[in-house]
């Protein structure tokens, strides 16, 4: 509870500051949005560890090879930075930038996950044949 707490805190101040410094000073006020943005995506790490180590027990105890866990977890890191970096791009009026930031994501997340693909399509054709 307290963590969303914070993260509310952090959005709200960084909001605030920047629109004052708009007004003021613009380029500042980036800065503030930026800066806000990676605090709160930081926070947000720091609470999913627990999530992590959830994760690592659950794929501990199925006695399967961790490979799957890795690509999982490259998988969620590549999908938050991706989406952090878009939503960069479209305060930054680049909308465009954006979608491509998101559409490079899919492509490495699709690279990524291709052994997994495989093993899925040679395990049915095992069973089928």
Known sequence: MTGIISVIGICVISASATLFLKQY??????????IGGCAVLLATLYKA???FSELRDIFDSLETDNEI?????????????????????KDFGQSS????VILAGKV????????LIKNVINTAVELIG
Do not use: H
Request: charged share 15%; aromatic share 6%; with cysteine.
């Open 25 to 34: 000073k613009p380029d500042m006020a980036f800065l503030a949005a930026v």
């Open 49 to 51: 560890d627990n999530i």
């Open 69 to 89: 866990f890795a690509i999982m977890l490259k998988c969620l890191g590549i999908t938050v930075i991706t989406d952090f970096a878009a939503e960069l791009c």
């Open 97 to 100: 930038l954006g979608a491509r």
């Open 108 to 115: 490495v997340v699709v690279t990524l996950c291709l052994p």
